[in-house]
T-cell receptor
């Protein structure tokens, strides 16, 4: 089955530094990738939608200059948390979709998430 | 607006008993419906989906869900719960209609924590 690899699984960084999270589709071409943030015991909050080769579409209230998303290839999207603060500590999950027009009825494939802790 | 409601934050059931995790949705037109499961510190795993056809959908690990259009519900069920089923369950809906910036987006419920005790 389709596999999405997310790296790193855990990261601890100091306040003010930047952290990059990678999301790779291993056996399919991901036209679209979604980035979610999950707070403890809460649902997933969609942060942004990225389409290969174009700028990401951010959800209302998500700072695009703070959460930089790059989707330069059909198998890789990255989320960079810039100038991280303790309130950015969270669980970040990516998901990927194959060529959209043919996959409306296909489930999204999710990475295993990244636990970010900012000290 | 598209939305999904999971009215229960927590469901507790004894092992061997049947379980139900509730989900209702609100979309324009006919939806694609999904159930996902999340184990601690992991991403979401796909369980099953409803696209069209039979209202009773069978999925992974013995789970099934029943699509009820008149009640706009898609409840997740399992005849006999296992302790290993304990996890966070998410219902999700996806538009069939191209709405521009929301193309392909999944709308998630807030999740239901299922606890199965021995």
């Amino acid at each position: 089955g389709a596999v999405v690899s997310q790296h790193p699984s855990r990261v601890i960084c100091k306040s003010g530094t930047s952290v990059k999270i990678e999301c790779r589709s291993l056996d399919f071409q991901a036209t679209t990738m979604f980035w979610y943030r999950q707070f403890p015991k809460k649902s997933l909050m969609l942060m942004a939608t990225s389409n290969e080769g174009s700028k990401a579409t951010y959800e209302q209230g998500v700072e695009k200059d703070k959460f930089l998303i790059n989707h330069a290839s059909l198998t890789l999207s990255t989320l960079t948390v810039t100038s991280a603060h303790p309130e950015d500590s969270s669980f970040y999950i990516c998901s990927a979709s194959e060529h959209l027009l043919s996959s409306y009825n296909s489930p999204l494939h999710f990475g295993n998430g990244t636990r970010l802790t900012v000290t | 607006a598209q939305s999904v409601a999971q009215p229960e934050d927590q469901v507790n059931v004894a092992e061997g008993n049947p379980l139900t995790v509730k989900c209702t949705y609100s979309v324009s037109g006919n939806p694609y419906l999904f159930w996902y499961v999340q184990y601690p510190n992991r991403g979401l795993q796909f369980l099953l989906k409803y696209i069209t056809g039979d209202n009773l959908v069978k999925g992974s690990y013995g789970f099934e869900a029943e699509f009820n259009k008149s009640q706009t519900s898609f409840h997740l069920k399992k005849p006999s719960a296992l302790v290993s089923d304990s996890a966070l369950y998410f219902c999700a809906v996806r538009d069939r209609v191209d709405r521009g910036s929301t193309l392909g987006r999944l709308y998630f419920g807030r999740g239901t924590q299922l606890t199965v005790w021995p």
